[in-house]
């Protein structure tokens, strides 16, 4: 045998279920979570934070691992030559953990594929630090989300607005992502309201013109809690709110966020936090937000 057929029948040992979601088991091995740190440790833009990722994995608050036990779809992953994302990563609100899931064998990784492991995993952890500490979350990444808000909300109402509006806003949205929806409709209406009475007298379109992208926002909200695949069918109905939230990040912290549809930072600050790490992952912020659960 080669040694590459040896290691290729050799990886399976030593697997053990690290943990279980909605009936479908992920397994795990000591290999997998030193090949994990190992390719973290190797990304040069999140080498600075490896001490901290090491730290979580060690405690299982990160789990790396495998999609499958079978050997077969081992194989197939092997030689498979599929573009599609090599790492799927989860936060885990209910736990508090975030899990990481790898579908090839993580030895053959090469610099982007390292790259791509600790930037997907970068994004969790932000997750991780908010649901973790709430409040020092705000504290630390409120100069960062303001600016955010600030720059969506402006642009997409045609508005100028001061310190207290932005701050008004960033709190409601702050209470919805750490309490949930309780009553969906009555939220989104307390949403609707508290920005018809910010942005009413400050927006420079007509009131018609402004009626339509308030509701346009709403009703893409209610679509991403209630039913996000609808969302996203009827993605051209709502370019605009997607193209002001992607303007944001432009403007606010020099790129754009190609990585997903933007919407969810219209319900959790920590997306923000969770894309602007990805954006700009050694900026110093992103050490003094893993300070915070590690
Ligand atoms: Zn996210």
Do not use: W
């Not at 990304?43 to 077969?72: D, G, M, W, Y």
């Not at 750490?178 to 942005?199: A, T």
């Not at 990805?278 to 937000?289: A, G, H, S, Y």
């Amino acid at each position: 045998m080669s040694t590459d057929v040896t290691e290729l029948f050799a990886l399976p040992v030593g697997l053990y279920p690290a943990y279980k979601v909605d009936g479908q088991v992920f397994y795990s091995s000591d290999k997998l979570k030193q090949s994990f740190l190992i390719a973290i440790s190797k990304s040069s833009r999140v080498r600075h934070v490896s001490a901290n990722i090491e730290k979580l994995v060690n405690q299982n608050t990160i789990i790396p691992c495998f999609k499958s036990k079978n050997i077969l779809s081992f194989i197939k992953h092997k030689f498979s030559r599929n573009p599609e994302k090599n790492v799927v990563a989860f936060y885990l609100p209910d736990d508090k953990k975030v899990l990481v899931i790898i579908d090839n064998d993580i030895s053959l990784f090469g610099t982007s594929a390292n790259d791509e492991l600790a930037l997907t995993t970068l994004h969790e952890c932000m997750h991780l630090v908010a649901g973790r500490n709430y409040v020092n979350f705000l504290k630390v990444f409120r100069p960062y989300l303001d600016k955010f808000y600030k720059n969506f909300f402006e642009n997409y109402f045609k508005s100028n607005l001061d310190k207290k509006d932005i701050s008004n806003i960033t709190i409601f949205i702050s209470k919805l992502e750490r309490y949930g929806f309780r009553n969906l409709n009555q939220q989104l209406k307390q949403y609707y309201d508290l920005l018809d009475k910010i942005m009413s007298n400050k927006t420079k379109l007509s009131r018609q013109d402004f009626k339509i992208r308030l509701t346009k926002l709403i009703v893409a909200i209610k679509l991403l809690v209630a039913n996000v695949s609808v969302l996203l069918r009827n993605y051209h109905s709502f370019t605009m709110v997607f193209t002001s939230l992607n303007n944001s990040y432009k403007k606010s912290f020099g790129k754009s966020n190609t990585q997903t549809v933007p919407i969810q930072e219209s319900i959790a600050l920590s997306e923000v936090a969770a894309i602007f790490s990805e954006i700009r992952p050694t900026d110093p912020v992103i050490k003094r937000l893993f300070k915070l659960v590690t």
